[in-house]
Each structure stands twice: as structure tokens, then as C-alpha cells.
């Protein structure tokens, strides 16, 4: 049932249930001169811009070939991207190597680069295999990293906040206030009375440079539009100006490195990475407030970010609920009562509602992952000692590469973390002490030092060891002989781990797939730096991935491969590149906290 979208403004908004209280604010000049527009702020202008079949896109553009050719990236036999003229072969990246030369004889495959022991660099063998090279995607790093280069020259005024290798947000909310002042004298006429509100909004011509999303769509699909548009807002005039700043950064991204972009503009994060796919590729999408609810309603909610795995499963079975509109029935209380206090953000992003804010991620105490699946598990510790040097050199190398941009950079501690068979992950690390060269063999013989100890030598190792997953990493990487303010930020900057934007206390944080706290791995004191908490952090999370991953394999059904544990919709805070691959683990006992009490009632 479609209910009105506005409903009075005297409704509490605890009783509402359809609740889309917020999309037509009353604006004034005190919104609109605000002097941070922060997260509240009505006038925020927020894009998400990802790039068209983006490993396929950076090898077409590495091997100057015919943007119209059919090509596809291929990782061991599987695809990992397929460029657009080979989706209208019906190519898709479910496909086998062998099914999609099938549909398209003429295909261009392109392997993606790899490690070989030895190697201090990846390159593209003829004929890599699993049992003896790892993936790399630096080349693909490196591009995306150009891309935003391209990003941060042409909108030096807004913020913009790299979200994976082939996307990022930008606040575009600054740039847009000063332009409307610009275009628009009345606005920069202040009156006395801040809160008086602004002088109706002009008309929007939209041109053919962005696609609009309608305000009515399943009308609209019935027939020519019958719904009337409504009144143009100055949110609307906002998002106009957002997208003619967004079509100039893709005009000059395609121009200058040859990659095309989609992207999506609305008021928050969350909507403008919804309507980032309204259309494809080459392409942008504007979801105005008025076209919220519209959007929303028919969506299946289990495709949202964070509501696709138990969480979604339980509130479809909860309400006997598929789209976003069955779920608008159900009113806060009630879902409080069922899923906590916390699930108020599940039914605020119901209603489009998201206030995290979009901030450019320092690379400073982040951490650095290489791993590697192994498709013939190694029963020996010395046969690891192969893998453990090929993802040596990657971390050297990718350290190397990231000192380009932030000299200075060394990590405070190296982690190695190894799974075995169905018996649970585990993780150990130490201090990775400074030396003037920083070489293969440098992170090598730390990661073999660490390997001793957890995994053991050939005489001390059990004799039916089988080590399926290897991960080498840094973590509280930080920049030696920063000034003051980059230590400075460096430790504000380290305590907003959760993705939601929520603060995390000193002991932990907040796992944005079942809602459980994540402790360190030992027991903090309350004064820790924040480098040896990140550090302590580093193997939590795994293992906690590691957790969810026993858990989705026991749920799924014998025939089906599982899930490699890097697909899981919680992002850590890290950069890492892993092969995909199988892996089995046991079922471990955690105390549930949050919204995953409510499973554990269950
Ligand atoms: N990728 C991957 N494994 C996944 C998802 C994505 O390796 N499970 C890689 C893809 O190879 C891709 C890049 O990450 O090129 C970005 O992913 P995504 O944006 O989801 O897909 P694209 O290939 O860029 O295609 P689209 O145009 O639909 O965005
Ligand atoms: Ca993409
Ligand atoms: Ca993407």
C-alpha cells in the first residue's frame, strides 16, 4: 500500500511508522549559510562514483585496445570482470572461462598479473597456475589511484573518501553552496531573520546530462506520466549543480586516462551508492528527495548493504517482509523491541536516512593485507614457506608504492594468520622493527620468525596439519618522523573504526554484519596507544571474519562453494587482496551481544 510520503510535521517520529519525515524540509538561510554544512545539514550533496567493469577498463586501457572489443579478466578459470560489449554476448561473471568463449568466440581474455616466488615484481606469465602464483592487482590499484588524483585536482573543494578500488564518495555539499551564492545574488542577501525561508526555486533544466530518477515510477512505467512533477526545491537546484560537477570529473577522468564512470547523486551515502546503478555504464543518476520513497518502496531489502545476510534473513522472516515498503509497517518501537536499540538504523536507512559522513581515509595506521587460499593445503611447515615469501614481496612492494605518496611510512607490527582445515583461524603477531632497507627478505624472515612459532617446524608440526589460507600483513602503519599534526591525526583518526560512524570504545569495535562487539584478541589497559590497539585489533577481526565465514558454510548446502571470507559485507579497515579459493573451519562459541542476542534467542 503507497501511503502519502509527507506526512504532518506534528507526528512523533517514534509513532510514524511510514516515517519519510525528512525529504521536504522547510530551507532557510540559516541551512543554507550554515558554516560547516554538516550531516544534518538539508543542503548535503553526496555522489558515489564507480567505474564501468573496472579490471576489464584497466587492462582494455594497459593494452590500447578498441573500447568495442568483448574482453574479460580471468582469475585461474574463473571471470572477475566483463567489459560491456562482452555483457551483450550474455556473458556474465557466473561464467566459466570455456562457457563464455562459447557465447563469444571472438573474446578477448586477459589473465589478471601474478606473483612467482622469487619475483619482485607481478607480471602477466602465459600460463600462471594457482598451486604456484598469487594474484596481484596492483596494476588496478595504481590506476584507481590515478583516477582519484584526477578527482582531487578538478573538485579540490570537496571532500572525497575512496570507498574500494573502483569507487569513491565525494561531498560535494561546500562547492555547491558557493556556486548557488554565485549563480543565484538573492541567496547571498541575508536577511535579518536567519530562519526566514528562502524565495521559491527556480526551474531545472536536467539536459541529457544526468538521468533523473522519477518521482512515480511504477505510473510512469504504466503509461506516459500522469504524475504531476513537483515544485522544484533548492535541494534540487543543489543536486543539479552536484551533477554538472560530477559529469566535468568523468568528462576529464574519460579523457585523460580513458575510463568511463557511473555514479549516482543524491542527499546521503547511502542513496547516492543506490542510485549509482539506476543506470550503466557511462552514466549518472540524480535521486531527488522527492523520488525517495518511490525508489525505495518496490526495493527488495535484503539487497541492501548490511541487510543481505542474517539480519535481512531474520526481518523478512520476522514481518513476512521482501521489499522496503513492507518493512515501512513496522514502527521503531517495535523493531527496537525486537532487534535492539541499535536496529534504529536499519529503519532509518529504510527511509533513506544515512548520516555518515564522507571523509577521506588517511593512509596512516591502516593495515596492509597479502593473502593467499591454498588449493593443495600445505601439510608441512616448510612447504609454506614458498607462500610466505611470495606475499613478502607483495607487502614490500606495496609499502614501497604507498611511501611514494606518504614517505616515512613503516608499520609498527607484522601479523601472520593462518587457517587449517576445519579448525579455526589463528593469528600471531609482533613488533616489526625498523631497518633503513625494506626488502622482501626483511618482511620475509619476520613472517617465517611468526610462522615457527604458530604453525611450527617439520619435527614439532602434528603430522595431519593442513594449512588452507595464508595471510601476511602490517597493521599501525604509520608515517616515522611526521610532524606533530600528522601524529596528531593520526590518532584521532584511528578510533573511528566502525562503518556505521558510530564511535568504538577503547576495547573494540562493532561488527557491521551481526552487530557483536569485536574485542582485541588480550585484554587492553584503558591508557593503550592507539597503534598497539589497532595492532590487537588486526587478528580480532580476523578471526571474527573467520567465525562468520564457518557460520555462512554451514548454512550452505553441500553442493554450493562457499563464500570466500573477503566477500563478506563487512569492510575491514585495510587494504588486502586475496586469492579466492576454499576453505573449511569449524563452528566456534562466541557470546552474542546486540542484534545478534536476537539469534541466540532463537
Ligand atoms: N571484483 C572482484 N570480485 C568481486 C567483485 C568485484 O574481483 N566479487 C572486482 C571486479 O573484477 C571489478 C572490480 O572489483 O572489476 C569492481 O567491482 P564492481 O564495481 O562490482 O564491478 P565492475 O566489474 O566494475 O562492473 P560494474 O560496471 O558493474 O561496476
Ligand atoms: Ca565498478
Ligand atoms: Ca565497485
Known amino acids: 500500500m503507497l501511503s502519502p510520503s509527507r506526512k504532518g510535521k506534528e507526528k512523533a517520529v517514534d509513532n510514524d511508522v511510514d516515517g519519510f519525515l525528512d525529504i521536504n524540509p522547510i530551507l532557510t538561510y540559516r541551512h543554507l549559510h550554515a ?29 590500447k585496445l578498441d573500447p568495442e572489443l568483448p574482453l574479460v579478466v580471468q582469475q585461474w578459470d574463473a571471470l572477475i570482470a566483463v567489459s560491456y560489449p562482452a555483457r551483450k554476448f550474455g556473458i556474465s561473471r557466473m561464467d566459466k572461462i570455456r562457457d563464455a568463449k562459447q557465447k563469444c568466440p571472438d573474446l578477448v581474455v586477459v589473465h589478471v598479473a601474478t606473483f612467482r616466488e622469487g619475483d619482485p615484481e607481478p607480471g602477466y606469465w602465459p600460463n600462471p597456475n594457482t598451486l604456484t602464483h598469487k594474484v596481484s592487482l596492483d596494476h588496478y590499484r595504481r590506476e584507481s589511484a590515478k583516477i582519484i588524483a584526477v578527482f582531487k585536482e578538478i573538485i579540490p573543494e570537496a571532500e572525497i573518501e575512496k570507498a574500494s578500488i573502483d569507487e569513491a564518495f565525494v561531498d560535494f555539499s561546500i562547492p555547491v553552496r558557493n556556486t548557488l551564492l554565485e549563480r543565484y545574488p538573492i541567496l547571498a542577501e541575508v536577511p535579518e531573520d536567519l530562519d526566514t525561508p528562502l524565495p521559491p526555486a527556480p526551474a531545472i533544466d536536467w539536459g541529457d546530462l544526468s538521468a533523473v530518477v522519477p518521482v512515480n515510477p511504477e505510473a510512469d512505467e504504466a503509461g506516459p506520466s500522469t504524475t504531476p512533477e513537483p515544485a522544484p526545491t533548492w535541494h534540487d537546484v543543489a543536486l543539479s549543480i552536484g551533477a554538472e560537477l560530477m559529469a566535468k570529473v568523468r568528462k576529464e577522468v574519460l579523457e585523460r586516462l580513458g575510463y568511463t564512470m557511473s555514479a549516482g547523486i543524491s542527499r546521503n551515502k547511502f542513496l547516492a551508492k543506490l542510485s549509482a546503478s539506476y543506470k550503466k555504464p557511462n552514466s549518472q543518476s540524480v535521486l531527488r528527495n522527492a523520488a525517495i520513497p518511490g525508489y525505495l518502496r518496490p526495493m527488495q531489502f535484503r539487497k541492501i548493504r548490511f541487510l543481505g545476510g542474517k539480519l535481512g534473513k531474520a526481518l523478512a522472516e520476522e514481518y513476512d517482509a521482501s521489499t522496503v515498503g513492507d518493512l515501512h509497517t513496522i514502527s521503531l518501537d517495535e523493531m527496537q523491541r525486537k532487534f535492539g536499540e541499535e536496529s534504529v538504523w536499519v529503519w532509518e ?20 593485507l597479502a593473502s593467499k587460499n591454498l588449493p593443495r593445503p600445505v601439510t608441512k611447515p616448510s ?10 614481496s607483495e607487502l614490500a612492494l606495496r609499502l614501497h608504492e604507498a611511501r611514494e605518496t606518504t614517505p616515512g611510512l613503516w608499520p ?26 625494506l626488502t622482501a627478505d626483511v618482511v620475509s624472515s619476520a613472517g617465517e620468525k611468526l610462522w615457527r612459532e604458530s604453525v611450527g617446524t617439520d619435527a ?11 595471510m601476511l600483513g602490517f597493521s599501525g602503519i604509520a608515517a616515522l618522523g611526521a610532524g606533530q599534526a600528522g601524529i596528531e591525526g593520526f590518532f584521532t583518526n ?22 557483536a562487539q569485536i574485542k582485541p584478541l588480550q585484554e587492553l589497559p584503558s591508557d593503550v596507544d592507539d597503534e598497539t590497539r589497532e595492532a590487537a585489533m588486526v587478528g580480532a577481526r580476523l578471526e571474527h571474519e573467520d ?29 588486502s587482496s586475496s586469492d579466492a579459493g576454499n576453505g573449511k573451519v569449524k563452528k566456534r562459541k562466541k557470546e552474542p551481544v546486540g542484534i545478534a542476542k536476537y539469534f541466540a534467542k532463537k
Open 35 to 63: 558554516k560547516n554544512p554538516g550531516v544534518r545539514s538539508p543542503f548535503r550533496v553526496v555522489a558515489l562514483c564507480d567505474s564501468d567493469a573496472f579490471y576489464a577498463a584497466c587492462e582494455r586501457v594497459r593494452l
Open 547 to 575: 567465525w562468520h565465514f564457518a557460520k555462512d558454510l554451514a548454512r550452505q548446502p553441500p553442493t554450493s562453494s562457499p563464500s570466500p571470507p573477503h566477500s563478506s559485507p563487512k569492510k575491514r579497515k585495510s587494504s
Open 494 to 515: 584511528s578510533n573511528s573504526n566502525s562503518t556505521n560512524g558510530e564511535p568504538s570504545d577503547n576495547q573494540g569495535e562493532k561488527c557491521t554484519r551481526c552487530g
Open 349 to 368: 536507512v529504510l527511509r533513506g536516512i544515512d548520516r555518515s559522513e564522507v571523509k577521506e581515509k588517511s593512509v596512516l595506521n591502516k593495515s596492509m
Open 383 to 392: 612447504e609454506g614457506i614458498h607462500w610466505l615469501r611470495v606475499l613478502a
Open 460 to 470: 614439532t608440526a602434528p603430522k595431519d596439519m593442513k594449512v588452507t589460507h595464508i
Open 412 to 437: 609498527k607490527t607484522i601479523v601472520l594468520h593462518t587457517r587449517r582445515g576445519w579448525q579455526a583461524g589463528r593469528s600471531r603477531q609482533q613488533a616489526f622493527p625498523f631497518s633503513r632497507n
